[in-house]
């Protein structure tokens, strides 16, 4: 069986959180009360203060889950910091970046957007003007000509169409809510962690110990 954990000098602050509710319960305060020198509040504070490794050891067990539980969040944190490359090289990275000029996969993206309009646009001016020559009965093979490029075009706008909305399909599924659930669940249970261990340390360590010190003093 493992032994106790000791303090871990961050969680200090916890620590003194939980003495300052302990003194505040009415049992320890009404007790306090009875000291006609006003002293035994900060003497009996003094006491825990000192005796931090006997009072954590009564909520050891939590205080590992808590310790686990925190460990787990740290290295999600180091995770995503080491997967965002602008972070590791500060601004060089940035300077590096924006000094280069745009190859061109940078086009692509603007490409995309724009084709479908455009080409929708076309097939529509394209088709109108072919058929009003072709109503207009217009010699010469013109009109048709127009109608087939405008029927040209509208398969490049819809085409283009669906090879986006598939980009747009892949990369949603790509950055699904799997990670940020994790990361949710894992900050969750971080905070689960710590109130457990905060309320074992205040009922089986905090409590019994300031209990047992006023027991044994003697207000004169």
């Known amino acids: 069986m493992a032994g106790p954990t000791r303090l871990r000098p961050e969680d200090r602050a916890d620590f003194e959180d939980v003495l300052r509710q302990a003194l505040s319960t009415t049992d320890i305060r009404t007790a306090l009360l009875a000291d006609p020198t006003s002293a035994a509040a900060t003497r009996l504070r003094a006491q825990a203060l000192r005796a931090v490794d006997e009072i954590t050891a009564a909520a050891s067990d939590e ?31 940035e300077h590096d970046r924006q000094s280069q000029p745009a190859g061109p996969g940078a086009l692509l993206p603007a490409l995309a957007a724009l084709t479908p309009p455009i080409a929708g646009t076309a097939a529509a001016v394209l088709l109108v003007l072919g ?17 087939a490029a405008g029927w040209v075009f509208a398969l490049i706008a819809v085409a283009s169409t669906l090879a986006g909305l598939t980009a747009l399909l892949c990369t949603a599924l790509r950055t699904r809510p799997g990670h940020g659930d994790r990361t949710g669940a894992s900050a ?32 004169d």
């Open 63 to 93: 205080y590992r889950e808590y310790l686990a539980a925190r460990t787990v969040v740290e290295r999600g944190r180091r995770s995503r910091t080491a997967g965002e490359p602008g972070r590791q090289s500060g601004t060089t990275v």
């Open 131 to 147: 058929y009003s020559l072709r109503l207009a009965d217009a010699q010469g093979p013109m009109g048709g000509s127009l109608v």
């Open 188 to 219: 969750r249970n971080l905070h689960h962690a710590r109130a457990r261990w905060q309320r074992a340390l205040l009922e089986r360590g905090m409590l019994p110990y300031l209990r047992r010190q006023l027991a044994a003093t003697r207000f």
